[in-house]
């Protein structure tokens, strides 16, 4: 079993930044994937971005030139730098480690709040 906890939300002003940390920590299973989604209030979880253990990364086109994510295979940690931050990116952010995007775990998720 993997323990998964997310850090780093807040308030910000639109145009503003903010780093999401989140930490994997466990015994005797292989973390390929690390990603981060979000859900909105009234909307469906959404995939925001993955990193696999080969560092390898892709993105939601609405993050894209904005939205990095980066990874430490050492300490099983990751980060989502959010910079240019708008309304539309107000949500619950979750971090999510595991094998694949199926078997997996996920994080309590954190509150992230752009104000216009």
């Known amino acids: 079993q993997v323990r998964v906890v997310e850090s780093g939300g807040g308030l910000v002003q639109t145009g503003g930044s903010l780093r999401l940390s989140c930490a994997a920590s466990g015994s005797g299973v292989s973390i390929n994937v690390m ?7 009234g909307k469906q979880r959404e995939l925001v971005a993955t990193i ?6 892709n993105y939601v086109d609405s993050v894209k030139g904005r939205f990095t994510i980066s990874r430490d295979n050492a300490k099983n940690t990751m980060y989502l730098q959010m910079n240019s931050l708008k309304p539309e990116d107000t949500a619950v952010y979750y971090c999510y480690a595991g094998r694949d995007l199926i078997r997996g775990n996920w994080g309590q998720g954190t509150q992230v709040t752009v104000s216009s």
């Open 52 to 57: 696999t253990s080969d560092g390898t990364t």
């Open 35 to 41: 990603a981060w989604y979000r859900q909105a209030p």
